[in-house]
């Protein structure tokens, strides 16, 4: 048997082991990570695309290195418009490129009254990209004790968060993440200096405390909601760290008022009893079971390093998915159907070979998407029709080729006419796919979707047609093949 | 046989009057642009509902923002898209509420997008865009000459151009799924435009060829005459099949598509050979046989 020395042969069956066996895990239903995934557009859900303040950010960082200065080498500096300036009058015999470079800083202007820093651009972006991280771990862990399962949350550019989640809106959701939950405890002051008051919108009470906080809720533990006297509270714990400087604010002020301050709004400003040495506390104020549950959830998580802006939302119900996906499908494999029925009218035997050559492309397309965890969407599924006209043409490239050879009388028609069409094919597909690559690395929500499949697929059909295609042309007798005339 | 070579003058005088057509096009329609290039909302509802007792619904609320209510063709979904301004996040809890308490309307599809992120993502597409085309052409050149890199981006650019004019004379959203569907049309003439590249190259190369060089370019369309015309076919048969049986936010694309596949056709055919013709090529083909 000829057929059987046809190393194309041996690969094909291969190939179709590989394509079933990636293939197989989606239609189980263990949880495998070699799975399609199916975008929001398909399968209905609600996604946030969160934005992490940049100018807030770089406030902290600014007076973060200016207290390092103060701190560590005793330099007064001011923070202005973004810049770090450092008068001339100061010690600045430490300063040095190394230590510049260290803090990430480097000299924006210079002037006998002394000089500007500003954070270089690649320390700010990397520094920015790190926190966005951080971000996205506390953003997580909220959404999660929220009980959501499914949700996909990922980092977007450097300083945004796109969180998506399957199924039925939670509005939950939307208030837990975008509380910054930056809770301090500020002890009252009378005096105007270095002061600040506080009010609660709700209750109109008010109250003038020192301005930087005596201690923040990032030395809380643990959260949670429970009832005092019937009425929802939010039961907190410090950690070691935290109990200890509690003890001491709250042993040191017995008698004097304290404000618990959220996100700049006060809530409740009770008077100190007694010491509190058992790092523990309760915050109570017109709460209802959910809103006290869901500032418990935030406390537990962390705060977040900046305001959080919501600039997409997007909410598509379960039905526009599903009717959607149905009608999508049911029109491509019609559209399918029309073009291999018209391939097989107008090449007959050859047409057939196209059929096969489409649908192990579609097969070695879905397991590859499988394989590298891909996720699908409405414009993916366009940029799967694409590689179906494209390996179209390029099944009709070699035909006409194969055939123009015939016409010609060249001594050995199918292989050559493969060949030169082979080359065409990879100029025309090479480029298409250089140019998807690009659109991946620049591109953004659909624009990706996109060239994701557009990239796997004509990948797809350049290994399919080399190797499926190429041996049934191979192994089929030339008079059975209808190119000859 | 047809001349194509010869028809190129022509087609210059007819793709300078398409693109200032549609430079007029887009200057007095302007673009439809959707909530992802100017930010807002956007809802997609299901309802028995006509026109006008919908935009009754949305007077209750007072806002001067301008509201676009549009029936989409054949179904009983309409599309609202509600421009953006100030306070958003409580305008949309208002307007989610007044939608959800109304018993003769579904929401199918809510959709808001910051003002500040349209901005970014007109950027991020140009980028997107730019370095692709900037791609293509880099890999033409190393391929090929410089003079098909030219023709090539410029057929390219010319495709999507139109494209982009059809869209604003007949008023389809402009959005990133539609940004998808322009890529589809420069994916589809560049792919087309280098089939014929490839074609003139391999009848240039071949040393016992003596013919002129307006009839190699005839024949590298005449022997993949019949390969376009196939592949052109059976890309619009599938997108008829989309236009008539898709879900109805998808039957906009399509069509824009179907457009794209014929004036790309067209470009390769009239267009590309031609200007690499013009860029004198010819030389290049002497200085290489002598």
């Known amino acids: ?485 | 046989m047809i001349n194509f070579y010869s028809f190129k003058n022509k087609s210059y005088i007819l793709s300078l009057f398409l693109i200032v057509f549609t430079i007029i096009v887009i200057f007095f329609k302007g673009l439809n642009l959707g909530i992802d290039f100017k930010g807002g909302l956007n809802f997609e509802v299901q309802t028995q509902l006509n026109n006008k007792e919908i935009s009754q619904i949305f007077k209750i609320i007072e806002s001067d923002r301008e509201i676009l209510i549009k029936k989409e063709i054949g179904s009983d979904v309409y599309t609202i898209r509600i421009e953006s301004g100030e306070n958003n996040p409580s305008f949309i809890e208002e307007i989610n509420k007044i939608i959800n308490d109304n018993p003769d309307m579904k929401i199918l599809l809510s959709e808001y997008i910051e003002p500040t992120f349209s901005s970014e993502l007109i950027k991020n597409s140009i980028y997107a865009l730019a370095s692709s085309l900037f791609v293509i052409a880099f890999y033409v050149w190393i391929r090929f000459d410089w003079q098909f890199a030219v023709s090539g981006i410029f057929a390219l650019i010319h495709d999507v151009f139109i494209a982009i004019g059809f869209m604003s004379l007949f008023n389809i959203e402009f959005n990133l799924t539609m940004i998808a569907a322009l890529l589809l049309i420069a994916g589809y003439s560049i792919n087309d435009t280098i089939v014929l590249f490839d074609r003139l190259r391999n009848i240039t190369s071949d040393e016992n060829n003596k013919d002129s060089f307006d009839l190699n370019v005839n024949n590298s369309i005449r022997l993949n005459l019949r390969r376009t015309i196939l592949t052109s076919f059976t890309t619009i048969l599938a997108l008829i099949c989309l236009v008539v049986l898709a879900p109805v936010n998808l039957t906009e694309m399509p069509i824009v598509f179907i457009f794209g596949v014929l004036i790309g056709t067209y470009s390769s055919l009239f267009l590309a050979l031609g200007i690499v013709g013009d860029l004198n090529y010819e030389a290049v083909l002497k200085a290489r046989d002598s």
């Not at chain 1, 000829?2 to 239609?27: D, V």
């Not at chain 1, 994701?452 to 047609?465: D, K, M, N, P």
Request: proline fraction near 2%; hydrophobic fraction near 45%; aromatic fraction near 10%.
């Open chain 1, 1 to 485: 048997m000829l057929i059987l020395k046809e190393w194309r042969l041996w690969l094909s069956l291969f190939l179709i082991f590989f394509c079933f066996y990636f293939i197989k895990p989606n239609f189980n239903d263990d949880s495998s990570t070699s799975k399609i995934n199916f975008g929001l557009d398909i399968q209905g859900g609600y996604s946030y695309l969160l934005e992490l303040n940049k100018d807030e950010y770089l406030d902290n960082l600014l007076i973060k290195t200016s207290q390092a200065f103060e701190n560590d080498f005793k330099i007064n500096s001011i923070i202005d418009q973004g810049s770090l300036f450092i008068p001339s009058n100061q010690n600045l015999e430490k300063i040095n490129n190394i230590l510049l470079s260290n803090m990430g800083l480097e000299i924006q202007d210079q002037s006998s009254e002394g000089t500007n820093y500003i954070i270089s651009k690649r320390n700010f972006n990397q520094s920015l990209s790190d926190m966005t991280l951080n971000a996205v771990e506390i953003v997580r862990s909220r959404v999660d004790f929220l009980g959501n399962k499914e949700l996909s949350i990922q980092k977007v550019g450097l300083n945004k968060i796109l969180l998506e989640i399957p199924g039925n809106l939670d509005n939950n959701v939307k208030e837990v993440i975008s509380k910054t939950a930056k809770l301090t405890f500020h002890l009252e002051k009378r005096s105007l200096v270095n002061s600040k008051v506080f009010k609660n919108d709700d209750t109109g009470e008010e109250i003038r405390v020192q301005e930087i906080p005596n201690l923040t809720g990032d030395y809380i533990q643990d959260a949670s909601l429970q009832y005092n006297q019937n009425e929802p509270v939010v039961a907190f714990s410090f950690n070691k760290e935290g109990s200890n400087l509690f003890a001491q604010m709250t042993s040191e002020n017995v008698g004097t008022r304290f404000a618990i301050v959220l996100d700049g709004a006060l809530i409740t400003a009770p008077v100190i009893r007694e010491a509190i040495t058992g790092g523990s506390g309760q915050i109570s104020g017109g709460f209802s079971n959910e809103s006290a549950n869901n500032l418990a959830i935030i406390l537990k998580s962390g705060s977040l390093p900046t305001e959080i802006t919501i600039i997409q939302e997007k909410q598509i119900g379960p039905t526009l998915g599903k009717e959607g996906v149905k009608k999508g499908i049911y029109a491509s494999i019609i559209a399918l159907i029309a073009i291999t029925l018209f391939m097989i009218i107008y090449y007959k035997i050859s047409g057939l070979f196209t059929v096969i050559t489409i649908l192990s492309c579609l097969g070695l397309l879905f397991a590859l998407m499988s394989l590298l965890n891909t996720t699908l969407t409405l414009p993916g599924v366009i940029g799967i029709v694409l590689t179906i006209g494209m390996c179209v043409d390029a099944n009709v490239l070699i035909f006409e080729r194969i055939r123009e050879n015939f016409k010609m009388q060249s001594d050995n028609p199918k292989s050559d006419g493969f060949n030169a069409a082979y080359v065409t094919i990879l100029d025309s597909n090479l480029t298409t796919l250089f140019a998807a690559v690009f659109l991946f690395a620049f591109g953004f929500g659909p624009i990706r979707g996109f060239s994701i499949s557009l990239i796997i697929g004509i990948i797809s059909s350049l290994i399919v047609t080399y190797i499926i295609l190429r041996l049934f042309l191979n192994t089929t007798s030339e008079k059975y093949l209808g190119l000859n005339k």
